[in-house]
């Protein structure tokens, strides 16, 4: 066998064994269930809303994309109806330690009083502690809304 088919042969097997493991990391991805997702500059938030009554809880993922290391997290939903006005909020602090780049950490939220109909919007803000080094870091803060009904993006209008 020439050199060059099995080098030929050596890269096949290599390109097959990288094809696999993208397959299973696709499979590994803990918010691949998740139904509704937003994706910005600084995170990935996939989440899952579930209504009981009066009580709407969402469940879900904030991935970091951006930063080397966050710290400080906190997150708050926010539902507005169609003229602006707050239906309800809820916040959690998500981790006080620290998240690194491409790490993830799950939340929930629970919204007291909050029927979701036609026309509310979810606004999620996430505050945050980017860690540059120094102790505290810099305050940051993420924000976004989205058609709480089907989870597409709102964008604002300047």
């Known amino acids: 066998m020439s050199l060059f088919v099995g080098r030929l042969i050596l890269f096949g097997v290599i390109a097959n064994l990288a094809a696999c493991a993208g397959f299973k990391a696709l499979e590994d991805k803990p918010d691949a269930k998740l139904m509704y997702r937003h994706s910005s500059s600084d995170f990935t938030?996939?989440?899952?809303?579930?209504?009981?009554?009066?009580i709407t809880i969402l469940d879900g993922l904030i991935t970091n994309v951006q930063n080397i290391r966050i710290q400080d997290i906190d997150l708050m939903v926010v539902v507005l109806d169609t003229a602006g006005s707050r239906l309800s909020e809820g916040t959690v602090l998500l981790d006080k330690l620290g998240l690194r780049m491409n790490d993830s950490v799950s939340f929930s939220v629970k919204l007291v009083d909050a029927i979701i109909t036609k026309g509310n919007i979810l606004?999620?803000?996430?505050?945050?502690?980017?860690?540059?080094?120094?102790?505290?870091g810099r305050g940051a803060q993420s924000r976004f809304k989205v058609d709480a009904v089907t989870g597409v993006a709102i964008v604002e209008q300047r």
């Open 123 to 136: 606004e999620f803000i996430i505050s945050y502690r980017i860690n540059t080094g120094s102790w505290y």
């Open 45 to 54: 938030v996939a989440w899952n809303t579930v209504q009981t009554g009066k």
